[in-house]
T-cell receptor
Framework: EAQVTQNPRYLITVTGKKLTVTCSQN?????MSWYRQDPGLGLRQIYY???????DKGDVPEGYKVSRKEKRNFPLILESPSPNQTSLYFC????????????FGPGTRLTVL | GNSVTQMEGPVTLSEEAFLTINCTYT??????LFWYVQYPGEGLQLLLK?????DKGSNKGFEATYRKETTSFHLEKGSVQVSDSAVYFC????????????FGTGTRLQVFP
């Protein structure tokens, strides 16, 4: 089944404790991105990747890192999480940049205390 | 810059009522327009899309027409069902290459029997 998976689905952590949210797709997609969803703000792009080893900042990259060492994986790294990073995070992928359909993962709800 | 504005919710309807969720956009050039739906506890799914002026996207009884003259992409359905209860996001794709989606804030639809 074609899908985007994220882990964990739920995470409660404390300020400053490094964490990684994994994202994996099995569709051989080139383009992957991370969004965060906050009430009243919709979804905002954090980082994106056009292909392996090619990543760039989205609209709200502060406090986040990403890597794209393999085509299927695009982890989101919070080196020192803060409470303002409490949010719902979505990973998305598409076959190539500029194609119309993006596929979204199920989301990761992160709470930073 | 590019932006999407959609009506605030929640929208509360009885089953079989007519649905309209308004969406307007600001963009340079000719963006592609999308409606995504998010069912409780799930990620976003593409509902419908339109890539040029006067195109009508449709899926599952939902429709939206790309109106360049009014910069709008309103979502409509003639007869809603309880199973349509979800959050609906209007979005535009920001030009070529990045595949970045710019989302509205989302509109929650609640349909009661």
């Amino acid at each position: 089944e074609a899908q985007v998976t994220q882990n964990p689905r739920y995470l409660i952590t404390v300020t400053g404790k490094k964490l990684t949210v994994t994202c994996s797709q099995n569709m051989n997609h080139e383009y992957m991105s991370w969004y965060r969803q906050d009430p009243g703000l919709g979804l905002r792009q954090i980082y994106y990747s056009m292909n392996v080893e090619v990543t760039d900042k989205g609209d709200v990259p502060e406090g986040y890192k990403v890597s794209r060492k393999e085509k299927r994986n695009f982890p989101l790294i919070l080196e020192s999480p803060s409470p303002n990073q409490t949010s719902l995070y979505f990973c998305a992928s598409s076959l190539k940049p500029g194609t119309d359909t993006q596929y979204f993962g199920p989301g990761t709800r992160l709470t930073v205390l | 810059g590019n932006s999407v504005t959609q009506m605030e919710g929640p929208v509360t309807l009885s089953e079989e009522a007519f649905l309209t969720i308004n969406c307007t956009y600001t963009a340079t050039g000719y963006p592609s327009l999308f409606w995504y739906v998010q069912y409780p506890g799930e990620g976003l799914q593409l509902l419908l899309k339109a890539t040029k002026a006067d195109d009508k996207g449709s899926n599952k009884g939902f429709e939206a027409t790309y109106r360049k003259e009014t910069t709008s992409f309103h979502l409509e359905k003639g007869s809603v069902q309880v199973s349509d209860s979800a959050v609906y996001f209007c979005a535009l794709r920001k030009g070529q290459g990045t595949d970045k989606l710019i989302f509205g804030t989302g509109t929650r639809l609640q349909v009661f029997p």
